[in-house]
């Protein structure tokens, strides 16, 4: 019964294969367009985290503190808001630090007779600290610090695109549920269209006898193979155009700045399993408008 | 075989009408039709056209609900079956439209094959039974054929074979004689008499007086929707 089913749909499906043509390309651009705004968002989500990882706040300390300040500091800032790590840069390490870092020119140090190099910490936050005002005001917080002589904090100019960042999410959430139920109505379409073409054909099988789940069936599994063909077609087309783009990257070496990746397996596959639904659900609406219309009695 | 039909014929009717209607808008096409038909019958249904017996045969496949009055088949109350079991009510009729109702982009082994796919048999076994039937039509060489590249008579031939495929219990044939020439009519009607010598129901509408002259059956005489 399956089997015939199964020859059935894909006689039609070869029979009406320009329309069904046109609707597996359709759903193939909803599927690339809706999962390319997903992968540029896992990407640029990921940026994102490596550079809140990545902020943190300096604060170097007054030269004249005494040597049991630091720790009531560090105490202090742990306290703050927001605070996830300190660590306490002593003048000594920052020296040795500086001093490997400027190797070649190390007969600058030879001459110094005194550290010039103040205490510091460095302090990270956590995620949700991590904008633009909190980092502000933690770091006026820590300034007021009687012991704080100056509080630094860089690669804030990020900070500035989050919003928009935010905003363009917001789009791309709408359109990809624009192009969801763009690709749920022409799948509906081209189901209804065969079906209409189809409706003496549909009549005289009620009238021999067969049963709606009959008439039905090879309909699902031409919607069902009509969106997992056009999720699987989308998918390997995005699959290129990623790997175009990342190779490319690659060549201009930015890609040291930042790693971008794929989805993971199991995305590639939800979204397959997702055009798939698309394509069943289709099929759904239409027969169950079409049926009803059509059943006289 | 033929004993058994005649012991049952005496007993209970296969199709019962008790005061059936039928309107379409205020024009009445069946106006208090009460009949009995017995199993193993062959019954004419005549009278001029536009008398109402196509409606007389959509009322009883439920191609249309009658408006009013009750119709029994096989036991079954159509004005109580649900929608789910009007499929297995249409698998006790074989039926022979008045326009043949092929389906033009099947091929007529298709066609024929459909009423046995819906019920589900197996593949080897419908290749063999459609063969078969169209072999006793004598358009076994026609079965990859489209409909509309067929004869009248070759069609009605066809329709014919497909009535009888899935062997129901009554054929409805709707002048199955009708645009044919005498020896295609003769070819049809000797299909319809075998089904019948077989045990089957056999219902004819038609509005040829000379084919109900030359051929035995009871005969009910439909006028402007009375019987
Ligand atoms: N679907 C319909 N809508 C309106 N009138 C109809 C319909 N079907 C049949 N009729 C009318 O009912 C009457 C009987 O029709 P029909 O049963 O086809 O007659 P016959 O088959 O005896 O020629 C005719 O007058 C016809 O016009
Ligand atoms: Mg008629």
Redesign the interface.
Known sequence: ?I??FLRRAVKDLI?NRFLNAITVITIALSVLIVSAFILFFININDIIDSWKKGIRIMAYLKSDVSPIEPENIEKKIKLMDGVIKTRFISKHDALIQLQTQMKRQSSLFTTLKENPLPDAFEIRMIREAVNNEKIERLAKQIEALPSVDEVEYGQSWVGHYINIIHLFKLTGYALSGLFFIAAIFIVANTIRLVLYS?Q??VE?????????R?IKAPLYIEGIILGALGGIIGMLALYMTFFYISSNMERHLISGFFNIRFFPTEISCGLVLCSTFVGWLGCFLSLRQFLAKN??? | MHQRIDVKKTMIPIIRMFGVNQYYGRKKALRDINLDIYEGEFIFISGPSGAGKSTLLKLL?????ASHGQILVDGVNLSRIV??R???L??KFG?V?QDY??????TVFDNIA??L????HK?RFIQKKVNSVLRSVGLEERHNAFPLSLSGGEQQKIAVA?AII?DPKIILADEPTGSLDAKSANIIFELLKRFHRRGGTVIVATHDMELIRKNKGRIFYLDKGVI
Do not use: C, H, Q, T
Not at chain 1, 204 to 212: H, K, N
Not at chain 2, 117 to 120: D, L, Q, R, V
């Open positions: 019964m089997i015939l029979k189809r003496e054909e005289i099988m009620r009238l021999v006898g067969a049963e709606d009959f059943n006289r009695i | 496949y439920l191609g249309e609900a929608s789910k009007i499929p297995f249409r698998r039926i439209f109702k092929l389906i033009s982009s099947k459909l009423v796919e819906a019920i589900g593949r497909r899935g």
